[in-house]
């Protein structure tokens, strides 16, 4: 800036980003100060959100050059909404939050922060420090105010990439601003785990079993209705974008007379890789007339923790005994 001077005497004034660049400005108080050992001065109060400086000699009557644009103030965003959603291949989480009215046309700038909770609502421990991500520019904010291509939210999506880790606890917060100054933070964001949804895990139809079917004394095949997980969605348009491959186990236990459960086979399958199900599957090795339990378990094969997900199709049976 301008280095402050006894004479002549200056009058600082203020111009309002949407007003006349000429007639528009009006005199602001100010006095000399000094930041870091550097000469400057204070202003206010100023009668805008985003506009620009200039000194006025009242004696000369003239005035000096315009100051680059001037974000007085600025309104965090609302609370920021954060979804967990799948693509076929990844965890995502889609961060949204509505933009100030006022002063979303003079913020070309947004940065997002997020902090790691403790595993459960219950545990004790601290809270991880905020993560701050870099600064991204708002699309459609310009120099133009009022424009009508500045946007009424920001929305974005995080992933593995951004330092969110599966299967932790996460809650979000955003900040608006130019390259010299900010909003305060918004407040945080509903706490979400970054991990597969429950809604994404398949799920069989109402009323539907695994069946066993007895090929010899040792060997009985398994039936079900195909499994398919929900249609994933883009991480950019949202839009359905495919169902993510599965991989199935089925366990098979001997059941001992003394109540407990002996494992006697486990069957791996999956999808093939243009989507189509598994429905059945052979095991032989059985001990004939012995009775036996088995469980489909499903999981993932390129989202989240690939932990194994009950299906709740299950079935015990008898397996044929040589003397029948």
């Known amino acids: 800036g301008t280095i402050v001077r006894d004479a002549p005497p200056l009058e600082l004034q203020a111009c309002a980003e949407d007003d006349d660049p000429v007639t528009g400005w009006t ?20 009668p805008f959100i985003c506009g620009r400086f200039r000194w006025y000699s009242r004696d000369r009557r003239i005035a000096g050059p315009r100051s680059e644009r001037c974000l007085a103030s600025s309104e965090p965003p609302c609370e920021p909404e954060a979804e967990v959603y799948c693509t076929t291949a990844a965890v995502r989480v889609r ?34 420090e905020w993560q701050l991500l870099p600064f991204l520019e708002v699309a459609g904010v310009g120099h133009s105010p009022h424009g009508a291509q500045a946007p009424h939210s920001i929305e974005l999506t995080l992933g593995e990439e951004d330092g969110l880790e599966l299967c932790k606890r996460y809650m979000f917060s955003l900040r608006v601003g130019d390259r010299r100054r900010r909003s305060p933070w918004s ?27 007895a090929l010899s004394l040792s060997s009985v095949r398994f039936h079900w209705r195909e499994l398919r997980a929900p249609e994933a969605r883009s991480p950019c348009s949202h839009e359905v974008a495919g169902r993510p ?11 001992l007379d003394n109540g407990g459960m002996a494992r006697q086979a486990t069957l791996l399958l999956e999808d093939e890789d243009n989507g189509v199900a598994p429905f059945d599957a052979t095991a032989h090795g059985l001990v004939p007339g012995a009775r036996f339990f088995a469980a489909l378990a499903v999981r993932f094969s390129r989202l989240g923790d690939r932990q194994w997900h009950k299906t709740g199709l299950k079935a015990s049976f008898e397996t044929p005994s040589a003397q029948g």
């Open 27 to 46: 005199p602001v108080a100010w006095a000399a100060t000094r930041l870091q050992e550097l000469p400057c001065c204070a202003a206010g109060p100023l």
């Open 95 to 128: 961060i949204k939050a509505m933009l100030d009215e006022e002063s979303r046309h003079y913020t070309p700038l947004y940065q997002v922060r997020f902090r790691q909770l403790p595993l459960t609502e219950h545990d004790a421990s601290p809270a991880c």
């Open 187 to 213: 407040v945080e964001s509903q706490t979400i785990t970054f991990d597969v949804p429950t809604s994404m895990l398949p799920k069989p139809e109402e009323g539907q079993t695994l069946m066993v079917e």
């Open 245 to 255: 491959l599965l991989e199935y186990r089925l366990d098979i236990s001997r059941c």
